[in-house]
């Protein structure tokens, strides 16, 4: 059965800092990735996915994540925060292209930034 | 543009009593979800549907149901609401075809209470 694990359930960091959120998963499938974002008493929005090819995936908004098949992770990064980029944050893991289509979500990550 | 919705945003009920929470999207997409989001648990599948007339059980069914008549509405019932359904319910869809990346959208979402 697939799982995801994200290591950190919040991350506090001053304004312009990096940051990085993890995310572990597990399956004996190939995979599709994802981060999603949830602003306060809001849905969750989709932020980034990895499907296949390049195992770097980038945001509009900055922020870019690496698919790291032999680590089974998919770690979350951005090289300067914003205030504006408080939220909850929710990788998820799909079984590939012949899958069933549903989502394993981890726990969250809350990112907390500071000024 | 397309989107989904969901009503009522808020809702306050009673124990035992039966509550129903719509969802509807007009993207017209195959696969539609339901999940509850509760602290420290991220999100957990109820049911789901992957056409008209399919439904099947998530991982937290139990006192859920839902039924699926088009393609546009999957609404979710409480039989007999119980405190413990108290949470945040988020309805979902993606495409569901051969080769999509099954990416969810989400709706904003309906907080319920059960006193």
Same mark, same amino acid.
């Given at each position: 059965a697939q799982s995801v694990t994200q290591l950190d359930s919040q991350v506090p960091v001053f304004e312009e800092a990096p940051v990085e959120l993890r995310c572990n998963y597990s399956s004996s499938v190939s995979v599709y990735l994802f981060w999603y974002v949830q602003y306060p008493n809001q849905g969750l929005q989709l932020l980034l996915k990895y499907?296949?090819?390049?195992?770097l995936v980038e945001s509009i908004n900055g922020f870019e994540a690496e698919f790291n098949k032999s680590q089974t992770s998919f770690h979350l990064r951005k090289p300067s925060v914003h205030i504006s980029d408080t939220a909850e944050y929710f990788c998820a893991v799909s079984d590939g292209p012949?899958?069933?289509?549903k989502l394993i979500f981890g726990q969250g990550t809350t990112l907390q930034v500071k000024p | 543009d397309a989107e989904i919705t969901q009503s009522p945003r808020h809702k306050i009920t009673e124990t035992g009593r039966q509550v129903t929470l719509a969802c509807h999207q007009t993207w017209n997409h195959n696969n539609m979800f339901w999940y509850r989001q509760d602290l420290g648990h991220g999100l957990r599948l109820i049911h789901y549907s992957y056409g008209v007339q399919d439904t099947n059980k998530g991982?937290?069914?139990? $006192?859920y149901s839902v039924s699926r008549s088009n393609t546009e509405d999957l609404p979710l019932t409480l039989e007999s609401a119980a405190s413990s359904q108290t949470s945040v319910y988020f309805c979902a869809s993606s495409? $569901?075809?051969? $080769?999509?990346?099954?990416e969810q959208y989400f709706g904003p979402g309906t907080r319920l209470t059960v006193t």
């Open positions: 499907l296949s090819g390049s195992t012949r899958g069933t289509g | 991982e937290v069914s139990d $006192g495409e $569901g075809q051969a $080769g999509s990346s099954y």
